[in-house]
């Protein structure tokens, strides 16, 4: 059975070849960092979006844009989604990945995270990391002369909210203009997503207990971009409010990866976040309902609304995959190797 995204996807209008932000994406983002998503423009979030489409309609044509490349995962958490979506992708376009597990040795312990950084990039073409500070990813970056991608920080997610708002357009058709909610907590997800919003013009409110905010200078930063787009970012302590005619209510667990000892502290404060039948009836009429995984079941979501109609968890876990591949595409120089970009070797 073809999925409710294939189904629903739409028709780019330009064809990505001669598309202006994938053409000024590969000149700009060719051997570059991905450690946050304000490291990228608007028209770059735009352009690795889009590719995500046309990777994902036209997998063949990738099959070998990245033949041999070397990728190592460096992960100091636990992962399915993140992980499988990047081995997946980059061995589907020719090339190969590395896995190395950190969970019991973080980065930076045995040895200076530059010297891990000066011998790595002696053997692959990109490192991908997920850790719990994000320092250790800006750090590995500045020291590092091949590209760094964050696969999860304890401040962002910027994998994640690509292939969400890749998810969105291809449910909606476009993401400017939609009101996309987040209840929860202020989170690296939350703050990837308000940057990601903005940059595609999508008007963006999140609602947290008091004391749950997402980080002021990702606040301000979404805000200047959104000025920019022609959009909004809004903050608020109720969830009722946030939800009203929301296209989109997404949300996450309130407990992350390193935070277990706040559990039994968190479950009640986030008890009247839960989205549930209730909270998602204030939403658009063809409104649906999002979230990052793993989800707690009937903690911050219920299972009517996680298995429900409306959810389409299952889109966004898949479009990790092509966001990704789109994204490794961008940063490793692979479009010139697919015949339809071949205007970009010239
Ligand atoms: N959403 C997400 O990043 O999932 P994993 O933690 O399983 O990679
Ligand atoms: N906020 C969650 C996201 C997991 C994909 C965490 O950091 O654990």
């Not at 209008?13 to 051997?31: F, S, T, Y």
């Not at 992980?83 to 019991?104: H, K, P, W, Y």
């Not at 963006?204 to 930063?221: F, L, M, N």
């Not at 809004?234 to 407990?255: F, G, H, R, S, W």
Request: charged share 20%.
């Amino acid at each position: 059975m073809a999925s409710r995204a294939t189904m629903e996807r739409r028709a780019p209008a330009v064809p990505v070849q001669k598309d202006e932000d994938i053409l000024a994406a590969a000149a700009r983002l060719a051997g570059e960092d991905l450690c946050s998503i304000s490291d990228l423009s608007s028209g770059e979030v735009r352009a690795i979006v889009k590719l995500g489409h046309d990777v994902k309609l036209n997998p063949r044509e990738y099959r070998h844009a990245l033949d041999a490349k070397q990728m190592v995962l460096m992960f100091e958490k636990a992962s399915l989604r993140t992980r499988l979506a990047f081995e997946t992708g980059i061995n589907t376009m020719g090339g190969n990945a590395i896995f190395v597990d950190q969970t019991s040795s973080p980065l930076g312990e045995r040895e200076a995270i530059a010297d891990v950084a000066r011998n790595v990039e002696r053997w692959v073409d990109v490192m991908v990391l997920r850790t719990y500070a994000h320092d250790t990813i800006t750090e590995m970056a500045v020291n590092s002369r091949v590209p760094v991608i964050n696969a999860l920080s304890d401040f962002e997610h910027p994998c994640q909210a690509l292939a969400d708002f890749m998810t969105l357009e291809e449910h909606f058709g476009s993401a400017a203009g939609l009101n996309f909610t987040y209840v929860g907590d202020g989170n690296n997800v939350c703050h990837s997503l308000m940057l990601t919003g903005a940059q595609l013009g999508a008007n963006v409110a999140v609602a947290t207990p008091r004391g749950y905010s997402p980080d002021i200078e990702i606040v301000t930063k979404a805000r200047e971009i959104a000025e920019l787009n022609g959009c909004e970012v809004k903050l608020t302590q109720d969830p009722q409010a946030a939800a009203e005619n929301a296209d989109a209510i997404y949300t996450d667990v309130c407990v992350s990866m390193g935070m277990e000892h706040e559990s039994t502290k968190r479950a009640p404060i986030f008890r009247p976040f839960q989205v549930n039948e209730a909270l998602m009836s204030k939403a658009a009429s063809n409104g649906v309902f999002m979230h990052c995984l793993p989800a707690r079941r009937n903690a911050e979501v219920t299972d009517a609304v996680l298995d429900g109609p409306q959810s389409i968890v299952f889109d966004q876990a898949e479009n990790r995959m092509h966001a990704q591949k789109a994204l490794l595409l961008l940063l490793l120089r692979g479009l010139p190797n697919v015949a339809k970009f071949s205007v970009l070797s010239s």
